[in-house]
């Protein structure tokens, strides 16, 4: 028998054939997983696979979870007396060894046990980037298929693990993110490949979790505070998730982290419309243009998980949460602030998360005792580089447009080459 069952939040109804579905009852709301566990428990088992709470059940695999570590120096530099800091990346002096120096292994690594355990065959994944390189070196450490996706705008700050992957890499030279979820869509019809299902996919937001998971195991106690840098925001749902996983249990707290989540200005449209308390997007801050201003590519879906029953409003309204948004300029003194006192580099997108770490102390929304944990959702690449070679991606182009007729050209023409 499983150990969860999944239920929509909305009408609470338990459904059995639910692989990246929405409720057949409420079409716009989340579906959650449901552990029938409300304990939570560790094993002794290795990394990741100790939490009982993932929606996995033999998975082979080792996966390394995040670093959590109470910080001396950007704690000490912000004047916080109870600041942990989740480090996913490469970091091996500390003990980090996410060597595709991001947090989205977790999720890539969720996701594939969990597809393999539904009987599923192979995956269609979209990606601005970060994604993409989690997914294709699981895909080549697990041998299982899938076919990535990106917008060519992201190939400049794009590498993989592996050298001539294996996984096929399709870029879409005429659009962004959101072009390429839509092309990654059509190839899932050609291919016969389910789309990964973005944040439809339970297992995707509990693998971005273990974030919680770990903190939780670490500090022994869910923070007062949670802050993270958000795209779509299902990393953010997914701590959120886990958060009231722990307030059932009821041995670790009885007040749902604050979140405090930040975009990169200007193209912050879950900050504008939280700002107005509005559970729609407006249409003026999903304008394509404004994506090539930010530095920080990965942030850049204009499809987030904002409206949807469960989503980034629900959560910033469950959780009292705030959006912050962070100009360049934040981005890289963050990112220097944080090299300067933990002395590891980082990831533009968590340069965002420490800058409004800095806000929110500055503006008395964390208070200097409060309990904090800081999601580095990704770092650690120029340290991975004085280890490993990384590997540009060689991808084969594609158009926003292209028909079916041309997909499977695309992909037969892939296979013979890998082959
Ligand atoms: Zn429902």
Same mark, same amino acid.
């Given at each position: 028998?499983?150990?969860?069952?999944?239920?929509?939040?909305?009408?609470?109804?338990?459904?059995?054939?639910? *692989?990246?579905?929405?409720?057949?009852?409420?079409?716009?709301?989340?579906?959650?997983?449901?552990?029938?566990? &409300?304990?939570?428990?560790?094993?002794? $088992?290795?990394?990741?696979?100790?939490?009982?709470?993932?929606?996995?059940?033999?998975? &082979?695999?080792?996966?390394?979870?995040?670093?959590?570590?109470?910080?001396?120096?950007?704690?000490?530099?912000?004047?916080?007396?109870?600041?942990?800091?989740?480090?996913?990346?490469?970091?091996?002096?500390?003990?980090?060894?996410?060597?595709?120096?991001?947090?989205?292994?977790?999720?890539?690594?969720?996701?594939?046990?969990?597809?393999?355990?539904?009987? =599923?065959?192979?995956?269609?994944?979209?990606?601005?980037?970060?994604?993409?390189?989690?997914?294709?070196?699981?895909?080549?450490?697990?041998?299982?298929?899938?076919?990535?996706?990106?917008?060519?705008?992201?190939?400049?700050?794009?590498?993989?693990?592996?050298?001539? &992957?294996?996984?096929?890499?399709?870029? =879409?030279?005429?659009?962004?993110?959101?072009?390429?979820?839509?092309?990654?869509?059509?190839?899932?019809?050609?291919?016969?490949?389910?789309?990964?299902?973005?944040?439809?996919?339970?297992?995707?937001?509990?693998?971005?979790?273990?974030?919680?998971?770990?903190?939780?195991?670490?500090?022994?106690?869910?923070?007062?505070?949670?802050?993270? $840098?958000?795209?779509?925001?299902?990393?953010?749902?997914?701590?959120?998730?886990? $958060?009231?996983?722990?307030?059932?249990?009821?041995?670790?707290?009885?007040?749902?982290?604050?979140?405090?989540?930040?975009?990169?200005?200007? *193209?912050?449209?879950?900050?504008?419309?939280?700002?107005?308390?509005?559970?729609?997007?407006?249409?003026?801050?999903?304008?394509?243009?404004?994506?090539?201003?930010?530095?920080?590519?990965?942030?850049?879906?204009?499809?987030?998980?904002?409206?949807?029953?469960?989503?980034?409003?629900? $959560?910033?309204?469950?959780?009292?949460? /705030?959006?912050?948004?962070?100009?360049?300029?934040?981005?890289?003194?963050?990112?220097?602030?944080?090299?300067?006192?933990?002395?590891?580099?980082?990831?533009?997108?968590?340069?965002?998360?420490?800058?409004?770490?800095?806000?929110?102390?500055?503006?008395?929304?964390?208070?200097?005792?409060?309990?904090?944990?800081?999601?580095?959702?990704?770092?650690?690449?120029?340290?991975?580089?004085?280890?490993?070679?990384?590997?540009?991606?060689?991808?084969?182009?594609?158009?926003?447009?292209?028909?079916?007729? /041309?997909?499977?050209?695309?992909?037969?023409?892939?296979?013979?080459?890998? &082959?």
């Amino acid at each position: 028998m499983s150990h969860y069952s999944i239920k929509c939040r909305k009408c609470g109804k338990v459904l059995e054939d639910s *692989f990246c579905a929405f409720c057949e009852h409420c079409k716009d709301a989340l579906l959650v997983t449901e552990y029938h566990d &409300s304990r939570f428990m560790e094993s002794g $088992a290795a990394g990741v696979w100790r939490f009982n709470w993932l929606p996995v059940h033999g998975p &082979s695999s080792v996966q390394p979870g995040p670093l959590v570590y109470r910080s001396q120096g950007l704690a000490g530099h912000l004047g916080l007396e109870q600041l942990f800091i989740a480090f996913n990346g490469y970091w091996p002096e500390k003990g980090a060894l996410l060597e595709t120096c991001t947090f989205k292994e977790f999720e890539a690594a969720v996701v594939l046990q969990n597809a393999r355990e539904n009987g =599923v065959a192979g995956l269609i994944v979209a990606s601005a980037g970060n994604t993409a390189r989690a997914f294709a070196h699981l895909s080549t450490v697990t041998g299982f298929p899938v076919v990535i996706v990106v917008p060519r705008m992201c190939l400049s700050e794009m590498w993989y693990l592996e050298s001539s &992957s294996p996984v096929p890499t399709l870029a =879409v030279g005429d659009g962004d993110y959101s072009d390429s979820i839509d092309v990654a869509k059509r190839i899932a019809l050609v291919t016969g490949f389910p789309f990964e299902g973005g944040v439809k996919n339970i297992a995707k937001r509990d693998g971005l979790g273990i974030v919680m998971l770990e903190a939780v195991s670490k500090i022994g106690k869910l923070p007062d505070h949670y802050v993270q $840098a958000v795209g779509s925001g299902t990393g953010a749902i997914g701590a959120w998730e886990m $958060a009231e996983r722990f307030i059932r249990d009821g041995r670790f707290g009885d007040r749902l982290p604050k979140l405090h989540l930040g975009q990169n200005l200007p *193209f912050a449209p879950m900050l504008h419309a939280w700002e107005k308390g509005s559970r729609s997007l407006f249409p003026e801050d999903l304008n394509p243009e404004l994506i090539g201003h930010i530095t920080t590519r990965v942030l850049s879906t204009r499809y987030p998980a904002y409206s949807v029953q469960g989503g980034v409003f629900d $959560a910033l309204t469950a959780a009292g949460g /705030e959006m912050y948004g962070v100009e360049n300029e934040a981005v890289y003194a963050g990112m220097k602030d944080f090299l300067a006192t933990e002395g590891i580099d980082l990831v533009p997108a968590s340069g965002v998360a420490v800058a409004v770490l800095k806000d929110a102390v500055r503006k008395g929304a964390i208070g200097k005792n409060d309990a904090v944990l800081l999601n580095i959702t990704g770092g650690g690449e120029a340290r991975l580089r004085k280890d490993k070679q990384t590997h540009t991606v060689m991808p084969q182009f594609i158009s926003k447009n292209a028909t079916e007729k /041309e997909i499977e050209e695309l992909l037969c023409h892939d296979k013979k080459k890998s &082959s």
